[in-house]
């Protein structure tokens, strides 16, 4: 009995840990992600997928420029004579 | 009793410390392990529209009755290989790539007919006729990037274009129009 009165309701003890910690967890996500933003890590990684690879795709040249592009170089057609030549890996 | 001099002793229980662990690093490891899937199915996805864009371009090359017969044919064999059946023009896989831009709003992402350098009267331009489907992917499942900015590098996604110029042969209303120029001296029929 003496014992019982030293101890208080302890019942919202698990409920403050998860708030806590959860408050823990958003901070430190919110901090990744700005730090991901901060140092263009999604530009990074996307960069030769949205660069390099969408050109190949599109061209089947990285280095090729078409007519969205402007003027087009290292189109994969070449004019020889007036005539028109198609090639997969222009140079 | 025993319970309470436990707890008076202090708990020495760990159970929950792998499970904050986990928490801390699902971010980051599903982050990049659903990159490369998403990537995966992206890659698989614009090989699909390279063939979807080859077979449609076929349908604008062959003859018909006119050159829109030809749009149109072309235009439903497209639709029916990255759209959601005959008369949708819901995306196939919404989760992996929406069409984007385009002429053609009937089928979200496609262009039928000349390039953009097409001009039938020069003889170094005149090869660009057909079918162009251009479609944007989101890289990321997490959401790293700008959202609500154009589809960019910046903002985690791509945007791909597939090409299939084939050319179109002459419909049966090009052919009339032509003899009928010609007066009967050179008249085979069409």
């Given at each position: 009995m003496e014992l019982n009165r030293l101890f208080r309701d302890e019942s919202g003890q698990a409920v403050t840990e998860y708030v806590l910690i959860l408050s823990i967890i958003?901070?430190?996500?919110?901090?990744?992600?700005?730090?991901?933003?901060?140092?263009?890590?999604?530009?990074?990684?996307?960069g030769p997928i949205v660069g390099s690879y969408a050109k190949t795709y599109k061209y089947g040249s990285p280095t090729a420029k078409g007519f969205d592009e402007g003027t087009p170089e290292n189109h994969?057609?070449?004019?020889?004579?007036?005539?028109?030549?198609?090639?997969?890996?222009?140079r | 009793m025993r319970r309470k001099i436990q707890i008076i002793k202090g708990a020495d229980s760990q159970s929950g410390q792998s499970l904050v662990e986990f928490a801390l690093s699902i971010f980051l490891v599903f982050g990049v392990l659903f990159f490369f899937v998403q990537l995966s199915l992206i890659l698989s996805w614009g090989n699909f529209v390279q063939y979807s864009t080859f077979?449609?371009?076929?349908?604008?090359l062959s003859g018909g009755v006119s050159q829109q017969d030809q749009e149109d044919r072309a235009k439903d064999v497209l639709r029916r290989m990255v759209k959601r059946g005959s008369v949708s023009n819901d995306d196939r896989f919404p989760m992996i790539a929406k069409g984007f831009e385009g002429n053609d709003?009937?089928?979200?992402?496609?262009?039928?007919g000349g390039g953009p350098g097409f001009d039938p009267g020069n003889y170094d331009l005149s090869w660009m006729q057909g079918v162009r489907y251009t479609f944007k992917s989101r890289l990321f499942v997490l959401p790293i990037g700008n959202p609500g900015v154009a589809p960019n590098a910046s903002s985690g996604q791509?945007?791909?274009t597939s090409e299939s110029w084939l050319g179109r042969d002459p419909a049966y209303r090009d052919c009339l129009s032509v003899m009928q120029q010609l007066k009967g001296q050179i008249d085979n029929g069409c």
């Open positions: 958003v901070m430190f996500y919110m901090a990744m992600m700005s730090m991901v933003n901060r140092l263009n890590l999604g530009e990074r990684l996307a994969p057609r070449a004019v020889i004579g007036g005539k028109v030549r198609l090639f997969i890996n222009p | 077979m449609s371009a076929r349908a604008y709003d009937t089928v979200k992402g496609s262009s039928i791509a945007v791909l």
